[in-house]
């Protein structure tokens, strides 16, 4: 876990990073989000990515919520402000665990359609849990054969900033394949209740023209996830906004807290 603690903390954010990222690639967000806010950041290595210590590409839901619970309890070790979630890509689905969490005070997604129980999200389920696809995912087939995750997202094209892409895809703490039987794991969060009940803060950002998804898709996630929500699309094409355009997101993530959270 990467944490950037604040002397004038206000609230605690549990940051959930894309798809091959890290905790650390958002240095140059977390650095002006606590200088500009005071916010307390706990940015994490989410099992089977970065230095988790789980092996790369190799990891089960199970251990992403038993991650984020174990980063909670730390949270309330050290303080008891208010707890947000916010994830980025694919991030956005273990952010939105936080919805069932007793400690997590509101949740934000951002350049993402995949929340737990909305249309996106359990489209890739439904799929996932075909009898044949599921028989060969979770067979030893499914423990030894890998995906690109390079190749499936298609960085280079559709992060919307070259230069960036190629950096991550270089970084040493980058990962690239995944195991087809983790892969399935990540779509088979068994939720609660769904999202369409949900009573807590939600914010939900992304750009106009994000690469990633459609807004048809944005639309479909943003009307599956009832309570208070807030929305806010970037003008831009870039699928990392909070790297592309931090000041924006700071501001309007600012914003959000203050009316909402704390």
């Not at 950096?167 to 969060?189: P, R």
């Not at 996830?225 to 790297?243: A, E, F, N, W, Y």
Request: net charge negative; aromatic share 12%; charged share 20%.
């Amino acid at each position: 876990t990467y944490r950037y603690p604040s002397d004038s903390c206000t609230y605690a954010v549990i940051i959930f990073h894309g798809g091959g990222g890290w905790g650390g690639m958002y240095d140059d967000f977390c650095n002006p989000l606590r200088e500009k806010t005071g916010a307390d950041i706990w940015a994490i290595d989410c099992p089977g990515f970065g230095q988790s210590g789980r092996a790369r590409g190799d990891y089960t839901i199970e251990e992403f919520e038993a991650a984020l619970d174990a980063v909670i309890a730390e949270i309330r070790s050290c303080h008891d402000k208010p707890i947000i979630t916010l994830g980025s890509s694919m991030g956005g689905m273990l952010a939105s665990i936080g919805f069932y969490k007793e400690e997590i005070s509101g949740i934000l997604i951002q350049a993402s359609p995949l929340a737990v129980t909305t249309p996106f999200y359990e489209g890739a389920k439904m799929m996932l849990n075909n009898p044949a696809v599921d028989g060969m995912f979770n067979s030893p087939w499914g423990g030894a054969m890998y995906i690109s995750l390079d190749e499936l997202m298609d960085l280079r094209k559709n992060y919307g900033d070259e230069a960036m892409a190629i950096a991550m895809e270089n970084h040493v703490m980058h990962t690239d394949f995944v195991k087809l039987k983790s892969l399935a794991s990540f779509h088979s969060y068994e939720a609660a209740y769904p999202l369409t009940e949900n009573q807590k803060p939600f914010l939900y950002m992304y750009a106009s023209g994000d690469p990633m998804f459609s807004q048809e898709a944005a639309d479909a996630t943003w009307a599956g996830i009832g309570g208070p929500k807030t929305r806010h699309v970037i003008q831009s094409d870039k699928h990392q906004i909070m790297l592309c355009h931090t000041d924006e997101f700071i501001e309007k993530m600012s914003e959000w807290v203050n009316d909402y959270v704390v």
